[in-house]
């Protein structure tokens, strides 16, 4: 079945260092790929997605490139703020059963930015 | 545009009670997908329903159940609740156009 492995964590991080969460995952056809991002007592929201191979998604400073060949799609950003400390999932999105599109999640990555 | 909304927040039940918990999608969304994320772990997809009718499924016993209205809005039924049901459930709308979707602030479900 759909699995996304996730980079363990937690990871700590200075204000402006250089962020990589490492995303890879296994799945047949073609899916879709996202990062969601999950504040403290919240729900998940959208970070970026990408929907083919070499799209590159990007939102407030966030990339990530769908991979094909490495099956994998790694979330960067440059220079990460203290307000970015959240945990980050990678998730697929593919058509399973009957006709639903549902989500596979990884695990998710808690990230720290100290100031 | 109104986001996805969830009622209640938290929720506290006894081992062996029913619980309903109730979803409203977002404005021009027609699928709502529900999942249940335990402390510490990712979402696991429960249920999606389209058109009123569940049209997928995860790995999860039947106990588990859901409805949707025809104005979209969803809820998820739970009986004979288990310590392990404890966590939080998300609801996430989407439309059929576009794959992405848009989760509400979920349901925090205790079971002592």
């Known amino acids: 079945g759909d699995s996304v492995t996730q980079m363990e964590g937690p990871v700590t991080l200075s204000e402006e260092a250089f962020l990589t969460i490492n995303c890879t995952y296994t799945a047949t056809g073609y899916p879709s790929l996202f990062w969601y991002v999950q504040y403290p007592g919240e729900g998940l929201q959208l970070l970026l997605k990408?929907?083919?191979?070499?799209d590159k998604g990007s939102n407030k400073g966030f990339e990530a490139t769908y991979r094909k060949e490495t099956t994998s799609f790694h979330l960067e950003k440059g220079s990460v703020q203290v307000s970015d400390s959240a945990v980050y999932f990678c998730?697929?999105?593919?058509?399973?059963?009957?006709?639903?599109?549902?989500?596979?999640f990884g695990s998710g990555t808690q990230l720290t930015v100290l100031p | 545009e109104t986001g996805v909304t969830q009622s209640p927040t938290h929720l506290i039940k006894t081992r062996g009670q029913q619980v309903t918990l109730r979803c409203s999608s977002q404005?021009?969304?027609?699928?709502v997908s529900w999942y249940q994320q335990a402390l510490g772990q990712g979402p696991q997809f429960i249920f999606q329903?389209?058109?009123?009718?569940?049209?997928g499924r995860g790995n999860f016993p039947p106990r588990f159940s859901g409805l949707q209205f025809p104005n979209y809005s969803s809820e998820l039924n739970v009986n004979a609740l288990e310590l392990d049901d404890s966590a939080l459930y998300l609801c996430a709308s989407s439309s059929t156009s576009v794959d992405e979707q848009y989760f509400g602030p979920g349901t925090r479900l205790t079971v002592t």
């Open positions: 990408a929907t083919k191979a070499d």
């Open positions: 998730a697929l999105s593919r058509v399973s059963s009957g006709s639903a599109r549902q989500l596979t």
């Open positions: 404005s021009g969304h027609n699928t």
């Open positions: 329903y389209y058109r009123e009718e569940e049209n």
